[in-house]
């Protein structure tokens, strides 16, 4: 059976998309067969690997239709990617949030989808809107661990206080769920600022934060912009040994 992590945030721009991404693409480098699932109407995680934001299916479509299974689309590409499944998302994701209101079982439509198809993966990752909605709610329910990006910014610890509130209303739908590591995100060591949250974050959550650290780098954004990792982006190698160093953590701690 998978390991089933959601990627979340309540606060924007902290790299959620980026992370799974490239948290993704560094595990299938790894032998390990990896389902990603775009749950964010904007549909960044789709676009991050090349795809078009008008595919016929979406996630939306087996959210409001049990009977309509998960549109899968392999990243064949001749390279280790080819271990990498994407579920794609679009715009419409956004009015589907509103009709599942109206559903039963709302909170629980993506785990029951992936009990489906599971199976078939070590891991199953899901990038989240910036927000506690519906959409978020259920990767929370259908996942077994959170991983935090945040940025050491002062401002960005409110983000985190709301995730951890959150976590302890979901755990009545989902007592499993745990909070697998908070990933310091754009961090930008010659800051003042960015060392302070970072120590701060240390003392406050210890081990759950990540050794791995994704810092500033262009690299990071041109390749996502290009429609690939930064396992497959020319001049991506420093960017790339980050994420396969926070790989590497992911799976000793699952």
Do not use: C
């Amino acid at each position: 059976m998978a390991t089933i992590i959601a990627v979340a945030n309540q606060k924007g721009g902290v790299g959620k998309t980026t992370t799974t991404a490239n948290l993704g693409a560094s595990l299938a480098m790894k032998g390990q067969r990896v389902l990603l699932v775009d749950m964010d109407p904007q549909g960044n995680l789709t676009s991050a690997f090349g795809l078009d934001k008008q595919a016929q299916q979406t996630v939306a479509d087996a959210l409001l239709d049990r009977r309509v299974p998960l549109p899968i689309i392999n990243l064949e590409n001749g390279s280790d990617e080819s271990r990498l499944d994407l579920v794609p998302a679009a715009i419409p994701l956004a009015a589907a949030e509103a009709q599942l209101m109206n559903k039963l079982g709302r909170e629980l439509r993506l785990r029951d989808q992936l009990e489906g198809v599971n199976g078939q993966y070590n891991f199953v990752l899901i990038d989240t809107p910036p927000s506690l909605g519906l959409l978020t709610i259920n990767a929370l329910v259908a996942a077994q661990y959170v991983v935090v990006p945040t940025e050491a910014r002062f401002f960005s610890l409110q983000g985190l206080q709301m995730l951890e509130e959150s976590i302890q209303e979901i755990l009545y739908l989902n007592p499993r769920l745990r909070v697998l590591g908070i990933l310091l995100s754009k961090m930008d060591r010659r800051l003042r600022e960015e060392r302070q949250v970072s120590q701060y974050l240390h003392e406050k959550w210890g081990d759950t934060v990540f050794n791995s650290e994704v810092g500033t780098n262009s690299k990071i954004l041109e390749a996502g912009s290009s429609g690939v990792s930064v396992m497959r982006y020319t001049g991506g190698d420093k960017a790339a040994d980050i994420y396969l160093s926070l790989a590497e953590e992911v799976l000793s701690r699952v």
